[in-house]
């Protein structure tokens, strides 16, 4: 069976979609070497980082994601590749392919908070991806919250969505923190630290970690705050008020993997998730998290004890003080946490999407 996947995502710097491309790329090929594998990427993508393999061969090409004129280059394309099924591993889709395809939706947050990304993210998604969603064979996404957006928002039909979950990049594994804390010393405070991973869009929320941390000073229980994803000016933007902070930016996979390490408990205040990949890495690193109960955040991380009313300061912070004064109420937290990260892993995650590409192209039947 010949699968084209659809690389070009991977190009500068390793967002999550990247991320996700290449793990399931790689798995995938891996496992089956029966399977012949066309990985199309772009000319200026990261292309020492595409696997290779003797199933494998990499295609070039410049066709710009996110643009109407790929719709017909892509079919083109795949007129003359003849695959037996495409992959698309994000939401630009070939709508007019000539051949079965799968495409992942990871989330609808374009269009659950339009004004972080304006009128034509949401025209692309009501005519482009809504087309072919319609036209594909499946359509992938992250969590059952994903799943009753698709269906809400693009009228997907419920028999073509397959809920299948992300995973941690391998990077993100215990370690000693004392190790981990030496490798960030440059950026972290010396006394223990609540840690927030996200970015400046409203819907992070970035304004209720720093209210968290305020009920914290409150309680008499003040921790400094990290950001990950968060300038010194958005910060002062917000309005700090008082609160220890320090923007960490532009950090490697690396030292992210030790500021989860280092610090006393991750701060999720994030108002939407399409999965909820953050507290996972928290966790697989072995730091327990704390974090608003909405979206698939709340099915995700239900049996770990981590979630908190939606938006409740108080409750967080109080939940935060107890991580930061009880050790073994930390390590309770943490091992729960590590536990729950154990059950996504992407050679089973990998070996369900390529079963799904095994039945849109008419071999086999999915698991």
């Known amino acids: 069976m010949k699968i ?32 012949r594998f066309v990985l199309i990427a772009a000319l200026r993508g990261n292309l020492d980082i595409l696997p290779r393999a003797e199933n494998a061969r990499t295609q070039l090409v410049d066709i710009p994601l996110y643009r109407l004129s790929e719709q017909w280059r892509l079919a083109k394309l795949l ?29 609808l947050i374009h269009l659950r908070f339009p004004r972080d990304y304006g009128l034509a993210h949401r025209v692309y998604y009501r005519t482009i991806v809504r087309t ?6 499946f359509v992938l996404t992250d969590s059952e919250c994903s799943r009753r957006d698709l269906i809400a928002l693009l009228a997907v039909r419920p ?17 000693d923190a004392a190790e981990a804390r030496e490798r960030v010393a440059h950026i972290i405070p010396d006394a223990p630290f609540i840690l927030w991973v996200g970015s400046e869009k409203a ?34 933007g917000v309005g700090l008020n ?33 999965f909820g990949l953050t507290p996972l890495e928290a966790f697989a690193c072995g730091t327990p998290a704390v974090v608003f109960d909405n979206s698939s955040l709340s099915e995700l991380l239900a049996p770990t ?26 390590r309770k937290a943490a091992d729960a946490g590590a536990a729950r990260a154990g059950e996504f892993c992407w050679p089973d995650i990998s070996g369900r999407v390529l079963a799904l590409l095994e039945e849109a192209a008419g071999v086999g039947s999915a698991q």
């Open 203 to 236: 819907h992070k929320n970035f304004a209720g970690a720093v209210e968290v941390v305020r009920e914290l000073q409150r309680m008499g229980t003040p921790a400094p705050l990290v950001g990950v994803g968060v300038s010194e000016r958005h910060a002062r």
């Open 79 to 107: 007129r003359e590749e003849k695959p037996d099924v495409h992959f698309s591993p994000t939401f630009s889709a070939p709508a007019m392919s000539p051949c079965p395809f799968v495409f992942t939706i990871h989330d």
């Open 159 to 175: 028999d073509k969505i397959n809920v299948v979950p992300v995973a941690p990049d391998p990077v993100f594994a215990p370690g």
């Open 132 to 137: 072919a969603a319609r036209r594909a064979r």
């Open 242 to 274: 008082g609160v220890d902070f320090t923007a960490a930016v532009n950090v490697s996979d690396e030292q992210l993997c030790a500021l989860y390490r280092s610090a006393r408990a991750l701060l999720c205040t994030s108002l939407y998730e399409g």
């Open 4 to 35: 084209t996947i659809d690389m070009r995502p991977v190009c500068g710097r390793m967002h999550g979609i990247a991320r996700y491309a290449l793990r399931l790329a790689r798995h995938m090929i891996d496992a089956a070497p029966e399977h």
């Open 305 to 330: 004890g981590a979630l908190v009313p939606s938006g409740d300061a108080k409750s967080a912070a109080r939940r935060l003080a107890e991580l930061l004064s009880n050790d073994a109420e930390n």
